[in-house]
């Protein structure tokens, strides 16, 4: 009997857990933006509205490192990448990070991870780095061409790298601290 009580105290203890990681990895993956207000226009208002006097970067990278990271990485996707992940990389790990993403809204790296192959970033001139990204944002929205794959998510739509330029582009701002 007491068998018993313990195998249906464990079903349910194991249907509840379940149920809370169900509802615990929705809440997650839906706790992002909006996609259709993930456009270029709002991201360099955004920018723009940044008081730069006033800004302190948490992490490695100071804030004229950052928007140079975050230009190189737009102007990347028109000129191509200097180095590429892995055909397998990008089929397997790349393209499903990138479709939680954009499912999410957000996105979640690590802030300090250079472009691999990338030039070094300019540290100096925080205000010549911000030109420098919004102009990046500018000639990407009025890129003519092919847009060239991205290194770790592979071939990328007009509107998916959109997506993924500005979604790179908050994530970077959640390390800003207004001081």
Same mark, same amino acid.
């Given at each position: 009997?007491?068998? #018993?009580?313990?195998?249906?105290?464990?079903?349910?203890?194991?249907?509840?857990?379940?149920?809370?990681?169900?509802?615990? =990895?929705?809440?997650? *993956?839906?706790? =992002?933006?909006?996609?259709? #207000?993930?456009? %270029?226009?709002?991201?360099?208002?955004?920018?723009?509205? *940044?008081?730069?006097?006033? %800004?302190?970067?948490?992490?490695?990278?100071?804030?004229?490192?950052?928007?140079?990271?975050?230009?190189?990485?737009?102007?990347?996707? #028109?000129?191509?990448?200097?180095?590429?992940?892995?055909?397998?990389?990008?089929?397997?790990?790349?393209? @499903?990070?990138?479709?939680?993403?954009?499912?999410?809204?957000?996105?979640?790296?690590?802030?300090?991870? /250079?472009?691999?192959?990338?030039?070094?970033?300019?540290?100096?001139?925080?205000?010549?780095? *911000?030109?420098?990204?919004?102009?990046?944002?500018?000639?990407?929205?009025? @890129?003519?061409?092919?847009?060239? &794959?991205?290194? /770790?998510?592979?071939?990328?739509? &007009?509107?998916?790298?959109?997506?993924? @330029?500005?979604?790179?582009?908050?994530?970077?701002?959640?390390?800003?601290?207004?001081?």
């Amino acid at each position: 009997m007491a068998g #018993m009580k313990r195998r249906k105290l464990l079903k349910r203890s194991l249907l509840l857990g379940t149920a809370g990681l169900v509802a615990g =990895g929705g809440w997650w *993956l839906h706790n =992002g933006e909006d996609l259709a #207000m993930l456009t %270029i226009e709002q991201c360099q208002q955004r920018l723009r509205d *940044l008081p730069l006097n006033r %800004i302190k970067v948490v992490g490695e990278w100071n804030l004229a490192q950052v928007f140079n990271h975050l230009a190189q990485s737009i102007e990347y996707s #028109m000129t191509g990448y200097p180095q590429h992940k892995s055909d397998a990389f990008k089929k397997y790990l790349g393209q @499903h990070a990138f479709a939680v993403f954009t499912y999410r809204g957000r996105m979640a790296h690590d802030l300090a991870e /250079a472009i691999p192959g990338a030039a070094p970033l300019a540290d100096h001139n925080a205000e010549q780095a *911000l030109a420098r990204l919004l102009q990046a944002l500018t000639d990407f929205q009025n @890129h003519p061409g092919d847009l060239q &794959p991205h290194f /770790a998510y592979g071939e990328l739509t &007009p509107q998916e790298y959109t997506w993924a @330029h500005v979604m790179h582009v908050y994530n970077h701002l959640e390390a800003f601290e207004v001081v």
